[in-house]
């Protein structure tokens, strides 16, 4: 089996240790923690393969992991770092995503999102969540057939397998915050949507972007819906069925638009105003739409995958925390990334 790094680690994780999968961070040049984790196990040949997930490349010199894998294209998974590595692995609509965010080829590995992938030995099937476009969960089996699966951030778990270890997320995971439980208020968008004259729903680029067109259309709006070139050019990409799209000057007699929150504020003053969140910060009307499982989502998810323990390792801040010890209070085995220890970059292969 796995040898224990540290001490911390033999303690911390021994379950994970028992069922062959080992969690871990690395260290930058800087001597700060990487973000997110890295995963190491076996495959069943027996050789050791390590998956860092969601985590900035190393630099070339260094020892690298068998894959860098990249869940979305949201910047806070780092894939803009990653999608330079012939070792980064994501979805095809991940992959055209942070292209056109970032202005970058990809040189990774890519498979369409339900599909399989062999890395380095090991059959990996990806499954949606939902999140964005393209987003995609992780899976695969270890040598003594742990069924590990990476969520990243999910919206909709309705269609993730069963697992023995869930390395998953919790950005609204803190059950004591009430801004950790909502629901997607649909009708209010719906209204603001046909009540009379121009309208803007602030929406970042990409993933809010696509969600607000695809919710319009399903509201039967047919008529064009106006954007920045680049949001537009995502949401081409990601959507089979986007309709008509036009740029924000174009002149016609649609008048809604989709734009940045803090691009909302260059928009005409008799554009009526709304940004689609779930977050209270913001100068203009809220309305509730949210990318994201809440609080009671999130626990619902773990339950339904019986995880033997579940690894929370994302948003940096205190929720994975949060989320990992009201798991333990409710009985389910948890740990969350600040209690994974480092192992040295020598180390890491
Ligand atoms: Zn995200």
Same mark, same amino acid.
């Given at each position: ?36 984790? +890295? ?18 490349? #190393? ?19 780092? @894939?803009? #770092? ?23 080829? %990809?040189? =990774?590995?890519?498979?369409?999102? @339900? ?5 380095? =030995? ?16 992780? %899976?695969?089996?270890?040598?003594? @057939? ?5 969520? !990243? ?32 208020? $649909?009708?209010? /968008? ?5 009540? #009379?004259?121009?309208?803007?729903? !602030?929406? *970042? ?10 919710? /319009?259309?399903?509201? @039967? ?5 106006? /954007? ?12 089979? &069925?986007? !309709? ?37 910060? %913001?100068? *203009?009307?809220?309305?509730?739409? +949210?990318?994201?499982? &809440? ?5 619902? /998810?773990?339950?339904? $995958? ?24 409710? !009985?389910?085995? #948890? ?15």
């Amino acid at each position: 089996m796995l040898s224990v790094i540290s001490s911390e680690i033999g303690v911390i994780s021994k379950k994970l240790i028992d069922l062959g999968v080992l969690a871990l961070r690395q260290r930058n040049s800087r001597g700060n923690f990487k973000p997110h984790v +890295s995963i190491r196990f076996r495959n069943n040949a027996g050789e050791l393969r390590t998956f860092s997930i969601d985590t900035t490349r #190393s630099p070339g010199k260094q020892p690298q992991p068998d894959a860098y894998l990249i869940t979305h294209a949201h910047s806070d998974h780092h @894939g803009k #770092s990653a999608m330079l590595s012939p070792r980064a692995v994501c979805t095809d609509k991940t992959a055209t995503a942070l292209e056109i965010r970032h202005d970058r080829k %990809y040189v =990774g590995s890519m498979c369409r999102l @339900g599909d399989e992938i062999e890395i380095e =030995g090991v059959r990996v099937k990806t499954y949606p969540t939902a999140h964005t476009a393209g987003a995609a969960a992780f %899976y695969w089996e270890n040598d003594v @057939g742990t069924r590990i699966l990476v969520t !990243g951030d999910v919206k909709n778990a309705s269609k993730l397998p069963p697992c023995d270890v869930l390395i998953t997320e919790a950005n609204y995971g803190d059950p004591e915050d009430p801004s950790c439980h909502f629901a997607d208020d $649909l009708e209010s /968008m719906k209204c603001a949507l046909f009540e #009379s004259g121009p309208v803007a729903f !602030g929406a *970042y680029e990409f993933g809010k972007a696509q969600r607000a067109v695809e919710l /319009m259309r399903g509201f @039967g709006y047919e008529g064009a819906i106006r /954007m920045e070139a680049r949001t537009r050019a995502l949401t081409r990409s990601m959507l089979e &069925d986007a !309709g008509e799209l036009a740029g924000i000057d174009s002149r016609g007699e649609d008048e809604v638009f989709v734009v940045a929150p803090w691009d909302l504020d260059k928009l005409p003053r008799n554009v009526k105003k709304y940004v689609l969140s779930c977050r209270a910060d %913001y100068p *203009y009307p809220i309305i509730k739409i +949210s990318d994201h499982l &809440d609080a009671c989502g999130l626990e619902d /998810m773990v339950r339904k $995958l019986t995880p033997e323990v579940t690894l929370v390792y994302h948003p940096g801040g205190h929720r994975p925390s949060k989320f990992s010890k009201h798991l333990n209070s409710i !009985g389910i085995d #948890s740990i969350s990334i600040d209690q994974i220890g480092n192992v040295l970059s020598n180390e890491f292969i």
